[in-house]
Nanobody, 123 residues
Framework: QVQLVESGGGLVQAGGSLRLSCAASGRTFSSYAMGWFRQAPGKERESVAAISMSGSSTYYADSVKGRFTISRDNAKNTVYLLMNSLKPEDTAVYYC????????????????WGQGTQVTVSS
């Protein structure tokens, strides 16, 4: 399985932006569909965005559509999540996720997780 390391979280004011990065180990990164999940205190982990192996297809939760953009660079074994117009309700630990071939839409489908990075949006 691929190993994942996230970076880029932090504290930002409402309306601000952050970019998360997830670096993957191994030489088979392009064989994995990638995604970002988040988990707020007392809530279940939920899918935020996902991207296909080639990057040609992307998927977003309704709550972040138009504000978040997922992308990947297979040459750098890295997936990104650009978050604009952040809201306090976006506050959560964000996890990078990998699944062979097809995107994971639920946590149970994920093959590999990163350690998580905290995003806090102040009002």
């Amino acid at each position: 399985q691929v190993q994942l390391v996230e970076s880029g979280g932090g504290l930002v004011q409402a309306g601000g932006s952050l970019r998360l990065s997830c670096a993957a180990s191994g030489r088979t990164f392009s064989s994995y569909a990638m995604g970002w999940f988040r988990q707020a205190p007392g809530k279940e982990r939920e899918s935020v965005a996902a991207i296909s192996m080639s990057g040609s297809s992307t998927y977003y939760a309704d709550s972040v559509k138009g504000r978040f953009t997922i992308s990947r660079d297979n040459a750098k074994n890295t997936v990104y999540l650009l978050m604009n117009s952040l809201k306090p309700e976006d506050t959560a630990v964000y996890y990078c996720a990998a699944k062979r071939r097809t995107v994971a839409t639920t946590p149970a489908e994920v093959g590999s997780w990163g350690q998580g990075t905290q995003v806090t949006v102040s009002s």
